[in-house]
């Protein structure tokens, strides 16, 4: 499986950016759907996740401001970003856990930008 994140960009605060990420390959199946991010300097953290029943979770910092969510049938998980913040400025990753066979494997996105100036 492999992973194609879009999206990433330069916006001013208070400014919108969408992220994309898709999986694609033979022979899986998705389950649940995460996006890190890391700023400079810092650890990874998690922003939000979603499982195959959409259910979801925010950290408390992107709470109100993003959303997550899923196409299925795509294999996509998208990160809508409203009001941002140049405390929102990182590296954001995708990370896919899905299933092989009988095999349960993760697979991670090789990142996108978001600068976020004030």
């Known amino acids: 499986v492999q992973l194609v994140e879009s999206g990433g960009g330069l916006v001013q605060a208070g400014g919108s950016l969408r992220l994309s990420c898709a999986a694609s390959?033979?022979?899986?199946?998705?389950?649940?759907m995460v996006w890190y991010r890391q700023a400079p300097g810092k650890q990874r953290e998690l922003v939000a996740g979603?499982?195959?029943?959409?259910?979801?979770s925010l950290a408390d910092s992107v709470k109100g401001r993003f959303t997550i969510s899923r196409d299925n049938a795509k294999n996509t998980v998208s990160l809508q970003m409203n009001s941002l913040k140049p405390a929102d400025t990182a590296v954001y990753y995708c990370?896919?856990?899905?299933?092989?066979?009988?095999?349960?494997?993760?697979?991670w996105g090789q990142g996108t930008l978001v600068t976020v100036s004030s």
């Open positions: 990370n896919i856990h899905y299933k092989e066979g009988y095999r349960s494997l993760e697979v």
């Open positions: 979603i499982t195959s029943g959409g259910s979801t």
């Open positions: 390959g033979s022979g899986f199946s998705v389950n649940t």
